[in-house]
T-cell receptor, first 114, second 116 residues
Framework: DGGITQSPKYLFRKEGQNVTLSCEQN?????MYWYRQDPGQGLRLIYY???????QKGDIAEGYSVSREKKESFPLTVTSAQKNPTAFYLC?????????????FGPGTRLLVL | AQTVTQSQPEMSVQEAETVTLSCTYD???????LFWYKQPPSRQMILVIR??????QNATENRFSVNFQKAAKSFSLKISDSQLGDAAMYFC?????????????FGAGTILRVKS
């Protein structure tokens, strides 16, 4: 089946620990995105990548890092510098053509701090 | 910067009835896209409908339709013949058509409850 997968579904982080959230897509999409969702708020963009080996900061990139070594994969690392990481994280991808660029989302990862 | 406002934190509708969710946005651009996404309790974001700003005709997808008023910067979602499965959080989102890889700007969402 074609789609976007995120793992794990739930992730627990200890103080001072870096954790990595996985996002994989087999839709052959060029562009990939990471959003953060907090209660009572809409989604906010953390990072996005338009092409392999290239990525751009979104509105709330501080305390996060990403890589894009393969077209299918766009992992997000939540570093110890992110002081309030508890949130729901959503990965999305799109074909890449601006005129046809509808973003499709994965099932999300819930990150909790111990 | 663009902003999206959903002024209804929560709405209720009786099964089989019609409900309209409101969305307004602010932008200085003339070319953009607007979206409604649905987020059920599973938290999977599902695209409901999409509207291109350069098209005057309102988009429709089965029981879902929009009322796009470009001059008023308004983009409401109408759900007809509401079903229990429509219960979810609904997000309105904006994306610029300029450039490539542009982000979606989301509103805060509206919780829709469907009563049987």
């Amino acid at each position: 089946d074609g789609g976007i997968t995120q793992s794990p579904k739930y992730l627990f982080r200890k103080e001072g620990q870096n954790v990595t959230l996985s996002c994989e897509q087999n839709l052959n999409h060029d562009a990939m995105y990471w959003y953060r969702q907090d209660p009572g708020q809409g989604l906010r963009l953390i990072y996005y990548s338009q092409i392999v080996n290239d990525f751009q900061k979104g509105d709330i990139a501080e305390g996060y890092s990403v890589s894009r070594e393969k077209k299918e994969s766009f992992p997000l690392t939540v570093t110890s510098a992110q002081k309030n990481p508890t949130a729901f994280y959503l990965c999305a991808s799109s074909i890449g053509s601006a005129r046809q660029e509808t973003q499709y989302f994965g099932p999300g990862t819930r990150l909790l701090v111990l | 910067a663009q902003t999206v406002t959903q002024s209804q934190p929560e709405m209720s509708v009786q099964e089989a009835e019609t409900v309209t969710l409101s969305c307004t946005y602010d932008t200085s651009e003339s070319d953009y896209y607007l979206f409604w996404y649905k987020q059920p309790p599973s938290r999977q974001m599902i695209l409901v409908i999409r509207q291109e700003a350069y098209k005057q005709q309102n988009a429709t997808e089965n029981r879902f339709s929009v009322n796009f008023q470009k001059a008023a910067k308004s983009f409401s979602l109408k759900i007809s013949d509401s079903q229990l499965g429509d219960a979810a959080m609904y997000f309105c989102a904006y994306r610029s058509a300029l450039g490539y890889g542009n982000k979606l700007v989301f509103g805060a969402g509206t919780i829709l409850r469907v009563k049987s």
